[in-house]
């Protein structure tokens, strides 16, 4: 099986289990012990196993991308920097819009053809837009059971099985 030569991650229930547009209050910050909290106070996180899906892709020498249709475009960016993501993403495409936009951008400053970028999202809406532009996916739904993938029949379904990005994850990385 051949790596993707970019991964695309969705931002809003793909790293972390909220819009960032709507369920929490930026600006955000990172408290004495490290947490991340909003404006409230209300303390912030990433689905746990982010870091080390990030950490497996650049290991393997994938570059990944952000791709995010939401409003709340410094809150977003900002997020990135205190979780300390930012240094996994060579491009990020951050504002409203159709995530076909994105990607064609995405597209444009990396030279990587739609056909060889994995995207991951769990809106099935912006799946559907963007496996008409040749993209393997992976739709991440809340229940793992109903995941999908573009290639049933490839390991690439394999990381969307399972109960945590981690298992999924690692159970796709041992196929390669």
Known sequence: MELPKLAVFDLDYT???????THVDPPFHKSSDGTVRDRRGQT???YPEVPEVLDRFRGLGVPVAAASRTGEIEGAKQLLELFDLDRYFVQREI??????????RLRQKTGVPFSQMLFFDDEKRN????SKLGTE???????PEWNESSSPNSRIRDICKG???TLR??????LI
């Open 127 to 130: 799946i559907v837009d963007v």
């Open 163 to 165: 109960p945590s990005w």
């Open 169 to 174: 994850f690692s159970l796709w990385m041992s």
């Open 15 to 21: 790293l972390w289990p909220f819009w960032v547009d």
């Open 137 to 143: 996916w992976c739709y991440l739904h809340s229940c």
């Open 44 to 46: 912030i996180r990433l």
């Open 95 to 104: 504002y409203p819009g159709s995530k076909v936009t994105h990607f064609e």
